[in-house]
């Protein structure tokens, strides 16, 4: 999904669009991404109009170059005529892009709408779909127009894993591999249809339809009423626990706020903070269509304002930047927006919904009058109050203010040590995840087999590799791994000295660097271990740990003050983790006369003692870390 930010940017920027036929309400939001690389396209005609989402991936570059070709396109011209049309077209804008060799790739969502032909008639939406993004229908009351796509929509997720997809792929020279549980094109990218990600579509052929990732959309053509409202949404809507019919369902809810004069930019920043809220961790766009025509309600651009937590994360302030600058403001003046809201809000607390509301601030969870209070000591005693809102000396205060700040720019994984990268995600156990998930945190260091031992075992069959000579310049080679595939006993490793990845048998490789005293040890079943989690202080219970219970790992570090250990688990497994002490059985080396237990197979039984370890309570000031890692 891409690098993730300290605290999440969550200013909106709003669109409105009205006209003869319809009225459109256009959301987008940030969010957790370091980069903003969604793009939209609304082009509104006497007789029809286009609506669409694009959402990049890999950078911006990709998105940016459909919107504006499609915006030229469809400005300039009649709509394509019909759907083979309208592929021609997607096939030409792809063509295009990747005859620029930029890199990046973009899905693309998308509906031409036409009016009926006579009075009481239906319109005829012809929505295409290349990718992950969505297009759904709901009803005035709410309720969702059921489809025959993806959770009750119109479109269909194109995913690796789906079997017509997959076997698309494959017939066409590329692969679907599981990365941490996640479908992916040869390993890679977790879509099968996009413009760009041109090392993607290196074979099959020869047309582009014919290629392991294809821009070939698939169309589905529906009609409706007028009351109905057409939703378009980017994937991070959809990402957390947000289903497609409780989508609908706050959209409508929100529109009806408007009674007579619904807004459809508000709702549709509705449904951005509530994807946020339910997990999405990704760019989020959402565009709502409403049939039938109007006015705009409220001005054509417009900026709600979003809490400025990270002022000295670089990373956050140039997400921030971004954002603001599409509502056409500087950054000093969003954030002098900002505290103005707050204090519009906190002025009236007896009515508090609706100034939050005008303002653009929920005040609900997170947004609270606390929390924007607490928001508000960050600037001091404020601006002068003889300063008037707006005003250039004004806004220059906010930029002073600004300009105060030790920012510090985000750190980059990959020009970093092994203990560099343990020693920060100590700090920032925000990074973890993501650092685990591109590879630039190692989980273990490894050595490759010799080339023998190493051909011999992706001969063997089982695990899906065939043998290369590219694969012997990577025999006795030290390397990180950054996936285990359990399914089919495989591993993916970076070799920092090759720059490259490469899949390769997990029985092929040696870890290099455990950091252990010695001590092997079981962890307990999952009843003991969750309880014992859940009754220590220092620690938090996580889904992971559940794969764990009943299996030897490594203590890495204990912890007295506690009473808990630093465990870490090989493969398949591999993770580190924090543990209560008391749920650690020590083992020892068995003979294979052994009757005891042995210990997943891997030649250790249980230790003999007649010490019984204990946990102590969190003693007060003892690492955090522990709670935020585990």
Known sequence: MGAVLPKEVSPIVLERHGGKLFQVGFAEMNGWRKNMEDAHVIVMKDTWGFFGVFDGHGGDKCSEFVMQRLNKELENGPPPADDAAMKEVMLRIDREFLATNQPSGSTGTFALVKPPTSDGGQYEL??????????VLGRADGSIVEGPGTDFGITTDHKPDHPDERARIERTGGTVEFVQGVARVNGDLAVSRAFGDAPHKETGGPAQEDRPVTVDPEFTTV??????????????????????????????????????????????????RKAIEMGSKDNLSCMIVLLGGGEPVGPKRALLSGPFSAPDNGAFRKAYDYMVKHAGLTLAQAVELRYDDIQTVLARPEDQGNAGSSAGIPITGEDSPGSLRHELLAFGDGPPSSLASGSEDRTKWFQNWLDGHNVKEDVDPNNMSRQELLDLVEKRPDLLHMAQAQGAL?????????????????EAGGCSLRWTENHGQLAEQS???????????????????????????TCA????????????????SLEQVKAAVEAN???????????????????????????????????????????????????????????????????WKAKESSEEATTSDSAEGSEPKKQRTA
């Open 442 to 458: 190692p989980m273990r260091v490894v050595k490759v087999a010799p080339a023998e031992q190493l051909k011999a075992a992706m």
């Open 509 to 524: 490789l040696v870890e290099e660097d455990m950091e252990s005293d010695g001590r092997v040890v079981k962890l307990g």
């Open 126 to 135: 012809r929505v295409g779909n290349i990718g992950d993004s969505r297009v």
């Open 479 to 505: 390397g990180i791994v950054i996936f285990d595939d359990a399914a089919d006993g495989t591993s993916r490793v970076k070799f920092p000295n090759h720059g490259v990845f490469a899949w390769l048998p």
């Open 537 to 603: 202080s220092a620690l938090k219970w996580f889904p992971r740990l559940e794969t764990a219970c009943g299996q030897c790992g490594y203590v890495m570090r204990d912890d007295d003050s506690d009473g808990t250990s630093k465990v870490k688990f090989p493969a398949p497994l591999g993770f580190v983790a924090w543990l209560p002490t008391s749920v650690l059985t020590e083992m020892e080396e068995s003979s294979d006369d052994d009757a005891e237990e042995i210990c997943g197979g891997q030649g």
């Open 223 to 272: 009609s409706c009423g007028a009351t109905d409202f057409l939703m378009l949404v980017c994937d991070g809507i959809s990402e957390g626990d947000f289903p497609n019919p409780e989508v609908v369902k706050l959209a409508a809810e929100e529109l009806r706020k408007g009674g007579e004069k619904p807004d459809p930019a508000a709702a549709s920043a509705a449904v951005c």
